[in-house]
């Protein structure tokens, strides 16, 4: 795969994606089971601070590829009953569409950049 800081960041970007997916499935999933704990997942802002340390860094230096090291981060919502209703369905039918939408526009602007490279690769032919 490409190494660049945006190749890699969209990467991320999917990764944590459909990580934040399967989180929000098993969310839906254990929608009824008493003392279930909602799982969040979270990357944005540690992708975009690694981005701007990376953007930030002095040119001809050696990057730090910060970005690369970028991992979802899963977290687990505390139960404030036993009761089955600590999953709000809406939001995360409405968590899981936004999610999709996202990852939908990270493979777009991939198969973008890949086009581009393809494009420089073989002169346009």
């Known amino acids: 795969m ?17 990580r934040r997916q399967e989180a929000i499935a098993a969310n839906i999933a254990n929608a009824e ?5 909602p799982q969040r997942v979270a990357f944005e802002q540690s992708l975009r601070a690694a981005i701007e340390r990376e953007r930030s860094s002095t040119p001809g230096t050696m990057r730090s590829h ?3 090291g970028v991992r979802p981060h899963v977290s ?3 139960v ?3 009761h089955p209703a600590t999953i709000e369905l ?6 899981l569409a936004k999610t999709s ?7 777009r602007v991939l198969s ?10 073989t002169g346009g032919a």
């Open 2 to 18: 490409l190494r660049d800081t945006t190749s890699i960041a969209v990467q991320r970007g999917l990764e944590g994606a459909a």
């Open 33 to 37: 089971t008493p003392g279930y704990r």
């Open 66 to 68: 910060a970005v690369d």
């Open 76 to 78: 687990h919502q505390p």
């Open 80 to 82: 404030l009953t036993s």
């Open 90 to 95: 809406e939001r995360e039918m409405s968590d």
């Open 101 to 107: 939408l996202h990852y939908d526009a990270l493979t």
């Open 112 to 121: 973008k950049r890949l086009g581009m490279l393809r494009t420089a690769i």
